[in-house]
Nanobody, 125 residues
Framework: QVQLVESGGGLVQAGDSLRLSCAAS????????MGWFRQAPGKEREFVAR????????RYASSVKGRFTISRDNAKNTVHLQMNSLKFEDTASYFC??????????????????WGQGTQVTVSS
C-alpha cells in the first residue's frame, strides 16, 4: 500500500511557473514508477508525465513536452512536476499516481495502482 499526497497547486497567470510535489509513504518508493495526470472539469483524466523507478527514463504528453519536467528523489520519497510557461489550457486538477509494475508506457490511468487526491492548478489568461 502506498499513500500519495500532492501539493504545490495554485492560481497563476499564463507564462508563470509552478512546481508540484507528491509525497509518498508506505511501501518502498523506489519500487514504483510514478506518473502525473490531470483532469479538467467535464473531461477525462489525461496523462501528463511519467518517470521510471530510477528516474533515468521519463515520458511526456506532447502538450507539455518542453515545458514540464518530472523528477524524483527516492531518498525523500517524493516526485515533482516542474511546470513552466503555463497556459490557460493547463488548468486542471493534477494527480500523482504509482505503478507497481514499473512496466508499460504509462499513458493509461488503469496502469497505476495508487492515486493521490489531487491539487488544483488554475492558470488565468
Amino acid at each position: 500500500q502506498v499513500q500519495l499526497v500532492e501539493s504545490g497547486g495554485g492560481l497563476v497567470q499564463a507564462g508563470d511557473s509552478l512546481r508540484l510535489s507528491c509525497a509518498a509513504s508506505g511501501r518502498r518508493f523506489s519500487d514504483y514508477a510514478m506518473g502525473w495526470f490531470r483532469q479538467a472539469p467535464g473531461k477525462e483524466r489525461e496523462f501528463v508525465a511519467r518517470i521510471n523507478w530510477s528516474g533515468f527514463y521519463t515520458r511526456y504528453a506532447s502538450s507539455v513536452k518542453g515545458r514540464f519536467t518530472i523528477s524524483r528523489d527516492n531518498a525523500k520519497n517524493t516526485v515533482h512536476l516542474q511546470m513552466n510557461s503555463l497556459k490557460f489550457e493547463d488548468t486542471a486538477s493534477y494527480f500523482c499516481a504509482a505503478d507497481s509494475s514499473n512496466g508499460g508506457l504509462g499513458y493509461n490511468p488503469d496502469e497505476y495502482d495508487y492515486w493521490g487526491q489531487g491539487t488544483q492548478v488554475t492558470v488565468s489568461s
